[in-house]
């Protein structure tokens, strides 16, 4: 193998971005695989499905330098994903390469009770939970990307919040 993997980041829910390294052998007898770890996964292209392990088929007993990419899955729980992306083949010796990572918890975003109010009467809606916010639709409210909007009905209107904490999530 060639290559290293950096540590990962992402949130519950979405897959990571995904990280490559190379596989390559000589005088194999066999098909490689590479298995990735508990929380991982890995595919042959960058764009393709991935799978807990992938294979790769030597030529004349060669495997040409390939490219492995890694990336958590989004099935991932919040915590530090760690083990060793497994390059096998029969009567080989199998290679290691580190994988480790952070999966971040999506906040709690809370908008409060509901609250209704007489048409032509404004009210301050509040959220909580994130670090950012985005409000839609937009109308009738005095910002879009603030906790506590103002809100200026002239029609039964409900608004949507979403939080965003300071890892992105």
Request: glycine share 12%; proline share 4%.
């Amino acid at each position: 193998t060639s290559g290293t993997l950096s540590a990962f980041t992402n949130c519950t829910g979405t897959a990571s971005s995904n990280q490559s390294f190379n596989v390559s052998g000589t005088y194999l007898g066999s098909d490689v695989t590479v298995t990735a770890p508990t929380g991982f996964e890995v595919c042959a292209t960058a764009g393709g499905s991935y799978a807990s392990s992938v294979t790769f088929s030597p030529t004349n007993g060669t495997l040409s330098s390939t490219a492995v990419y890694v990336r958590v899955s989004s099935g991932t729980s919040a915590g530090s994903p760690s083990g060793n992306v497994a390059c096998s083949a029969t009567a080989a010796t199998t290679v290691n390469v580190s994988a480790s990572g952070t999966v971040n918890a999506n906040p709690t975003a809370n908008a409060g009770s509901d609250v209704a109010i007489c048409n032509g009467s404004s009210t301050t809606l509040g959220a909580s939970g994130g670090s950012s916010y985005s409000w839609s639709p937009s109308t009738g409210l005095s910002a879009t990307n603030v906790a506590a909007p103002t809100a200026n009905h002239t029609s039964t209107t409900t608004y949507t919040v979403t939080a965003t904490d300071g890892n992105g999530c």
